[in-house]
Antibody, heavy 120, light 113 residues
Framework: DVQIVASGGGLVQPGGSLRLSCVASGFTFSDHWMHWVRQLPGEGLAWVAHIDSDGRRTNYAGSVKGRFTISRDSDKNTVYLQMNSLRAEDTAVYYC?????????????WGQGTLVTVSS | DIVMTQSPDSLAVSLGERATINCKSSQSILYGSNNEYALAWYQQKPRQPPKLLIYWTSTRESGVPDRFSCSGSGTDFTLTIASLQAEDVAVYYCQQYYTTPVTFGQGTRVEIK
């Protein structure tokens, strides 16, 4: 079975940094793009970033570009989201999701999410 | 960015009745290589991550009951729950995966009347 487990969330002060991790299992990790999607409290879904299957190409939402970095480690079946210069408006549940093989921006499996709270 | 707009924001339907959710894209999401619309629907139940329900406008994900269906063309799409069950209470999101950034509708909350 496909399993995607995100971790690393917590409380951080404005301007601070946090690194989220997402461990995947049950599928060939190197075949799939991986995405981060966030959900602000009581709000809808907003795509944050993706990384292609071999880690060469990344893309970011405008609101996080220059502050967040997505990366992956195929040896550990893990994707990361390094978040710097955090702002209150980054407070959200962050989900890690798998892109469908072949149609990479179709998010066919999601992890449980990890809560990031940016507050002083 | 492609803007996805859902309507209504919420609806209450009696058990066994039909629920209909609309989704409109701000531009075409027709995928040229297969002539299908790059539109997906997700279901999110409380305290759970979203779950893929339907993609390529009308293809149900494995295990999704056939009371869920979707149709549409151009820039207008509809998700229909033919006979609402208690377990269908959730927020439903449409998403375009035609281009980056992928974008979601704002969500439609479905409740039991």
């Amino acid at each position: 079975d496909v399993q995607i487990v995100a971790s690393g969330g917590g409380l951080v002060q404005p301007g601070g940094s946090l690194r989220l991790s997402c461990v995947a299992s049950g599928f060939t990790f190197s075949d799939h793009w991986m995405h981060w999607v966030r959900q602000l409290p009581g709000e809808g879904l907003a795509w944050v970033a993706h990384i292609d299957s071999d880690g060469r190409r990344t893309n970011y939402a405008g609101s996080v570009k220059g502050r967040f970095t997505i990366s992956r480690d195929s040896d550990k079946n893990t994707v990361y989201l390094q978040m710097n210069s955090l702002r209150a408006e980054d407070t959200a549940v962050y989900y890690c999701a798998r892109g469908e093989r072949g149609f990479d921006k179709l998010l066919d499996s999601w992890g449980q999410g990890t809560l990031v709270t940016v507050s002083s | 960015d492609i803007v996805m707009t859902q309507s209504p924001d919420s609806l209450a339907v009696s058990l066994g009745e039909r629920a209909t959710i609309n989704c409109k894209s701000s531009q075409s999401i027709l995928y040229g290589s297969n002539n299908e619309y790059a539109l997906a629907w997700y279901q999110q139940k409380p305290r759970q991550p979203p779950k893929l329900l339907i993609y390529w406008t009308s293809t149900r994900e494995s295990g999704v009951p056939d009371r869920f269906s979707c149709s549409g063309s151009g820039t207008d799409f509809t998700l229909t729950i033919a006979s609402l069950q208690a377990e269908d209470v959730a927020v439903y999101y449409c998403q375009q995966y035609y281009t980056t950034p992928v974008t979601f509708g704002q969500g439609t909350r479905v409740e039991i009347k």
